[in-house]
Nanobody
Framework: QRVESGGGSVQAGASLRLSCSHS????????MAWFRQAPGKDREFVAAVSWQGDVDYKYALKDRFSFSRDNRKSMLYLQMNNLKPEDTAVYYC????????????????WGQGTQVTVSP
């Protein structure tokens, strides 16, 4: 089970740090990712880290977003800086057994999401 937290309502330019807790002992062996879904839009890839530490970001977010995983705590984090109204979305944590291929997907284990709302 994955549980996201840390969302909220902020003004443009603010920062937020999202967290994802992963239950069980399998976290270190999983590829982990963040996705987001804005109102009326498809879910989109944000960032991912493989179980070996390889990372991938949505290119347009790379300068403002960073993330990390803590295998000892089974936690995944997403640091979001200089937030913009277009970052408003539900942010999801996702996991998968490593299958090779791109880190941007597919994933088969999802959290319930946490809402991030950025006002102008």
């Amino acid at each position: 089970q994955r549980v996201e937290s840390g969302g909220g309502s902020v003004q443009a330019g603010a920062s937020l740090r999202l967290s994802c807790s992963h239950s069980g002992r399998t976290f270190p062996s999983k590829d982990m990712a963040w996705f987001r879904q804005a109102p009326g839009k498809d879910r989109e890839f944000v960032a991912a880290v493989s179980w070996q530490g390889d990372v991938d970001y949505k290119y347009a977010l790379k300068d403002r977003f960073s993330f990390s995983r803590d295998n000892r705590k089974s936690m995944l984090y997403l640091q979001m800086n200089n937030l913009k109204p277009e970052d408003t979305a539900v942010y999801y944590c996702a996991a998968r057994v490593p299958i090779g291929g791109p880190l941007s997907g597919p994933y088969d284990r999802w959290g319930q999401g946490t809402q991030v709302t950025v006002s102008p």
